[in-house]
């Protein structure tokens, strides 16, 4: 049973193409999360919606929109993508908002060259 | 074995021994302070939070302590076994916020 699930897990593009990852939990969770992961292992959030409704958006380009359908799922698609947009992309969720215990989703590996 | 959190991003410690993985804070008005765990190839995992309120909190084989004179908190693992190889995180709450995760120090344990 995967509680926070991502698609795709690898994903290789070349710059100026457009891509969507896709996030789905199946825990009931009111709260989802997109958060980049960087080279060195820095964890940074991205987005976080509250019952498909956008809570946080901290200074992410434009290119990247977060798209809620449902509560259990949050998409993210990411326009003309850039070399420094390589990085792993990680989905989580959270019973409610500002609950510290996240359950992370197994990471989408993205390279772009 | 024991770290210096941000300074030394790295601890190798022998299978058995205690473990202490650093952290320092910056903000004095975060009001938790949460670790959590990634192993390799997968997403991090919740360890256990502290409430700023509180000086020691105990979990399964794990401790941290909360110093806010110096804005510093550790995650202490007893009888570190292999499977506790990874690389762990410290977060801190800002009321109203959301919480940030700090730089990763990674744990390699030594069979």
């Known amino acids: 049973d995967t509680a926070v699930s991502q698609t795709p897990k690898y994903l290789v593009t070349q710059m100026g193409n457009d891509k969507s990852i896709k996030c789905e939990q199946n825990l009931g969770h009111d709260t989802m999360y997109w958060y980049k992961q960087d080279s060195k292992k820095f964890l940074k959030i991205m987005f976080s919606y509250n019952n498909k409704e956008l809570i946080i958006n901290e200074t992410v380009p434009n290119r990247f929109s977060p798209k809620s359908p449902d509560k259990a799922h949050l998409n993210l698609h990411i326009n003309s993508l850039e070399l420094g947009d390589s990085a792993v992309y990680f989905c989580?969720?959270?019973?409610?908002?500002?609950?510290?215990?996240?359950?992370f989703g197994p990471g989408t590996r993205l390279t772009v060259t | 074995g024991e770290s210096v959190g941000l300074h030394l991003p790295t601890l190798s410690v022998q299978e058995g021994d205690n473990s202490i993985i650093n952290c320092a804070y910056s903000?004095?008005?975060?009001?938790?302070f949460i670790w959590y765990k990634q192993e390799s190839g997968k997403g991090p995992q919740f360890i256990i939070d502290?409430?700023?309120?509180?000086d020691k909190r105990q979990g399964q084989r794990v401790t941290v302590l909360l110093n806010k004179t110096v804005k510093h908190l550790s995650l202490q693992i007893a009888a570190t076994q292999p499977g506790d190889s990874a690389v762990y995180f410290c977060?801190?709450?800002?009321?109203?916020?959301?919480?940030?995760f700090g730089t990763g120090t990674s744990l390699t344990v030594i069979p």
């Open positions: 977060a801190e709450n800002i009321p109203g916020n959301q919480f940030y």
């Open positions: 989580a969720s959270s019973q409610r908002h500002g609950d510290h215990e996240q359950y």
């Open positions: 903000n004095s008005a975060s009001d938790y």
């Open positions: 502290i409430r700023s309120n509180m």
